[in-house]
Structures are given as C-alpha cells and as structure tokens.
C-alpha cells in the first residue's frame, strides 16, 4: 500500500557536498517535478551519481538542504535506486524480486503473482529460475529494474543503466524506463548518451565540475544549449 503523502516535489536547495578538501557538489538548487523523465547529463566526474544519491537520500549534504514533497526527513518509503553495477543476490532471480518485495513489504500470499507480473514487465519471465548471478549485464540490469519496481516508487533513480550495454540490451533498459515513465513513475536518470537523451527525456539537468550548469525541457537543451559548456558538450567537444 502506498504511504498518503508524496515525495514530489523534489528540492535542493543551495546544496554542496564535499569529502574532505574535494569539493563534489556545489551550491546546487533544483526542484523536480512529476512529469516525462529528468536526465541528468555531464561529462565524466561531473557529480551526476552523486547528485542522484542526494536526490535520494543517501548522502546528506554538506551543505544546504533537500526536501520530499515539502518534508526533510528522509525515509525512502517512495523512492528507489538502480545502481550502475547492481549486486544480484545469491540466488535465483525470482527470488531475487521475492526478497525486494518482502522487503517492500508486499504480504506473503501475494508475492508468486507480483514475481510474475514484475518478471513478465521486464521481459525476464523465462529466466525466472536462473541464478541472478550467471544472467547477462543486460538482463542483470532488467533484473535490478523489477527489484526497483517492487517497492512501487513515485520516483526512480537511475545511475547510467545502460552504460556496458550493447544497443539491444539498451533499447530493452529504455523500454522498461519508457513504460514506467509512462505508468506515471518520475524517472530522474544519469546518463552521458546524448541519443538516450533525445529518446527519453522530457528535461535536461545539465552539470559540469559539481555545478549544475542548465535544467531546461529536452528540446531547449538539445536545440538552444543556453551555456558554451553545453553548446560544447552537444558538439562532442571535449568539457573538462
Ligand atoms: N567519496 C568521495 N571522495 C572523494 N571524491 C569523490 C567521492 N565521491 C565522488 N568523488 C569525486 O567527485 C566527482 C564526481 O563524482 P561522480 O561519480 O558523482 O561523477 P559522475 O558525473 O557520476 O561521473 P561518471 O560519469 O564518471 O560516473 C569525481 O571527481 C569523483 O572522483
């Protein structure tokens, strides 16, 4: 059952994040909305992981502060994390989206029928048996997506899904994010394919150095870069 309150929006305000005398994230203030998915672009080092482990709660500022639908506390009853390089557990992959569920606490006697329907919603039905540790790094990553599913989230974070993918297993990560965008889950993702971003996303958060340089809707930003970094970025430039 999903909790009363939502989560959206979300707002940083004036956040940094620094580990020790390395500055990491840098006065960064947004609010995201619900709506078509939020890419967050920049290149190598820029603070998109980072800046989505803020987002989720993970990481608590140095500096500034977040807020969930107006609250500060940061219990992620509606969020959930896709890491790059997700840890399958030690056993199959049903059982794999069984644990997440039990642990979203979805009741015993529903949990076989939300196995198959979260396996069937990522295309892994026939694998359902297989050790999640012998699965291909594409089917690894649908796999984490259905655990992700599990818990319900109203938003989704994704840390470069489909960074060591090849361009089916690419296209089969963006066609579950497309249906759960579509099924009314904010997706706020990291990713530094500027194809991914024309196919996907509906706004831009672009960052360089820790900075948050753009937030502008998709089109703006691939059409009308408003900084020269970004300009640059879309050029294939390279942006240090
Ligand atoms: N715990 C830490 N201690 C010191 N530096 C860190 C720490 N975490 C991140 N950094 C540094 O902060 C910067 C931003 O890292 P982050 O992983 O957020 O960037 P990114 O844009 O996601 O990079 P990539 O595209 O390569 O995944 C990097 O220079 C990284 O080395």
């Known amino acids: 059952m999903r909790a009363p309150h939502s989560d959206l929006p979300l707002a940083l305000d004036e956040v940094s994040l ?5 500055g990491i994230l840098d006065r960064i203030s947004l609010t995201i909305r619900p709506g078509a998915p939020t890419l967050i672009v920049g290149p190598n080092g820029a603070g998109k992981s980072s800046l989505l482990r803020v987002c989720m709660g993970l990481l608590a500022p140095t500096a500034g502060g977040v807020s969930w639908g107006g609250r500060r506390d940061a219990r992620p009853l509606r969020r959930a994390f896709v890491f790059q390089r997700p840890v399958m557990l030690r056993r199959s992959v049903a059982a794999n ?3 997440a569920l039990a642990q979203a606490g979805c009741p015993r006697r529903l949990r076989a029928l ?10 892994l039905s026939g694998l359902a048996a297989r050790p999640a540790r012998s699965l291909s790094g594409g089917e690894q990553q649908k796999l984490a997506l ?3 599913l599990a818990r319900d989230p109203e938003l989704l974070f994704l840390d470069e899904p489909t960074a060591n993918l090849d361009p089916a297993a690419t296209r089969g990560v963006e066609e579950i ?3 759960a965008a579509g ?8 990713s530094h394919d500027l194809g991914q971003v024309r196919r996907l996303a509906g706004e831009v958060l672009f960052m360089v150095r820790g900075c948050l340089r753009e937030q502008s809707e998709a089109d703006a930003f691939l059409d009308r870069p408003s900084t020269p970094e970004a300009a640059a970025f879309l050029r294939g430039d390279i942006v240090l």
């Not at 620094?18 to 390395?22: C, D, I, Q």
């Not at 099924?183 to 990291?190: L, P, R």
């Open 177 to 179: 994010v497309r249906a």
């Open 18 to 22: 620094r580990a020790g005398e390395t």
């Open 97 to 99: 989206v069984a644990y």
């Open 146 to 148: 259905a655990r992700a």
């Open 114 to 123: 939300r196995v198959e329907e979260l396996l069937d919603s990522v295309s």
């Open 183 to 190: 099924a009314g889950i904010k997706i706020v993702m990291a």
